[in-house]
Each structure stands twice: as structure tokens, then as C-alpha cells.
């Protein structure tokens, strides 16, 4: 059986204002490399993924293009596409991209209309190539898959006072991750549909927090839990860098 082409789209037009900084957080420096290296790093040396389109603020695009994709020799990248107000606005972009095969800003780009998209957050610095194929033998079974983790701590649900009100069995609760894959006529029809959708959505009060959501909302494909990591963490705050840094030595990648 061939291979479908696998395409990463990998996100960085967040501004991280958790993390009090005035550099916007993919651009700090990890080990003395920005942190969005590490998930463009695990991109181009993965035997899974064929090529990436990176997604950023408008405002960044030229200093990606030679900061960040020229200087680090990144030739899976085949586009840097400007993303938008939201997460779920900024994926819209590159799906978009990937299926006309050119940005909003023209740049010709690789097509992928019948493959497999991975998106990734591009500030987990722990992407491996391991969960990468864990992914991929799943996405060709279920057509849908998110990499997770099982949850270590009793989760409480809570009211809007503050106090909690339901338990659930934590053996059925997992903390989601990314890489989140589909197939690519799948995830695009959802996010088609989202589009169309979204401002009755925002005015019922419903926040799109991820991709697998958007296709458990808008199609009747099931979403499959594939194991990710418990390193394979979001670096969001000054503490979680300080973690990142913590594993990298352990790992003895640091400089």
C-alpha cells in the first residue's frame, strides 16, 4: 500500500501573553535555539511527514522565512501562511492553502487534498518521531486521531460559583495533545462548516479549543486517543519553560 502524502501544519502565531514577555514565545530561546525549532526540527527529520506549512502572524512572516525556515535549512516548510484572530481561524488558513495550493499571500505551495494533515502546536518543543508514527498507523485506520495522555489527577467539574459538582471516573479521562491528524477531506469539510457556523456558535457561548472538536461537531467520524507523551507538554508560561529546559538536559540535548 503506498504512502499518502503527510502534511504538518505547525502553529506559531500565538503572541504568549501568559508568558510575560515581550517576544512572543516561539521566538524565545530555548538551549540557544528559538522554541519553534524544536517542533520544525522534529518535522524535517521525520520519516512520516513530507512536507509543512507554517503558520504566523502577518507581521512575522519575512522574519520566519529567513530567521527561522532559511537559517535553520527547514525544507519541508513549502509556505509561511498568515494566521488569524483564532486557533481554529489560523488552521483554517493553512487547510486552506493546502487545498488551493498558494497562500492568501500567493506563495505556491505543496497541495494535500487527499493525504493526511498533522497539526501541530508549535510550542511543544517534544514532538517525537514516535508519536508521529503513532499517529499515522492510527489516522489510516480511524481517519481521526489526537495524541494524549491519561490524566494522573482526580478531575473535578465545577459550576460557576466555584464549587465542584461532578467527579468523573478519571480512568476515562485523558489530557489532549498535539500532533491532532486527519484525514485532509475530512478536516477540511469540518472547518468548512465551522467557518459557516461560527458566529452562532460564539453566540451560544461555545469556544472551539481544538481540531478534534471541530470534527466531533461537525461530522460522524469518531476521534481515536493515541498515547503521546507526558513530556510532550505546551510551554505556555515562565514555568513550563523552565520544565522544557529541565527535560531537555535530561535528555542531554542541551547545549
Known amino acids: ?59 512575522d512572516i519575512s522574519y520566519v522565512k529567513e530567521e527561522i525556515v532559511a537559517r535553520y535549512g527547514f525544507g519541508k516548510v513549502t509556505a509561511v501562511v498568515a494566521g488569524g484572530k483564532e486557533r481554529y481561524d489560523s488552521v483554517y488558513h493553512a487547510l486552506r492553502a493546502l487545498a488551493d495550493g498558494k497562500t492568501e499571500q500567493g506563495d505556491v505551495c505543496a497541495a494535500n487534498r487527499d493525504g493526511y494533515i498533522f497539526i501541530q502546536d508549535g510550542a511543544r518543543p517534544f514532538l517525537t518521531e514516535e508519536i508521529l508514527k503513532r499517529c499515522y498507523e492510527a489516522v489510516r485506520r480511524d481517519h481521526a486521531c489526537v495524541a494524549g495522555m491519561p490524566v494522573k489527577d482526580t478531575i473535578k467539574v465545577v459550576d460557576e460559583s466555584g464549587f465542584a459538582k461532578e467527579t468523573p471516573d478519571r480512568n476515562f479521562m485523558w489530557q489532549v495533545q498535539t500532533p491532532q491528524v486527519f484525514d485532509a477531506p475530512l478536516i477540511l469539510s469540518a472547518y468548512e462548516k465551522l467557518m459557516q457556523e461560527k458566529e452562532r456558535l460564539l453566540r451560544e457561548g461555545v469556544s472551539v479549543t481544538d481540531d478534534a472538536m471541530v470534527v466531533e461537531t461537525f461530522t460522524d467520524c469518531r476521534v481515536r486517543l493515541v498515547e503521546g507523551d507526558y513530556r510532550n507538554i505546551k510551554v505556555t508560561t515562565p514555568e513550563d519553560m523552565a520544565v522544557a529546559e529541565a527535560f531537555l538536559k535530561d535528555a542531554g540535548k542541551g547545549n
Open 1 to 59: 500500500m503506498n504512502k499518502k502524502r503527510c502534511t504538518a501544519i505547525v502553529l506559531a502565531a500565538g503572541r504568549g501573553s501568559r508568558m510575560g514577555s515581550g517576544v512572543a514565545k516561539q521566538y524565545l530561546l530555548l538551549q540557544g535555539r528559538p522554541l519553534i525549532w524544536y517542533a520544525l526540527h522534529a518535522v524535517e527529520e521525520s520519516s512520516v511527514i513530507d512536507d509543512c506549512i507554517l503558520v504566523t502572524g502577518a507581521e
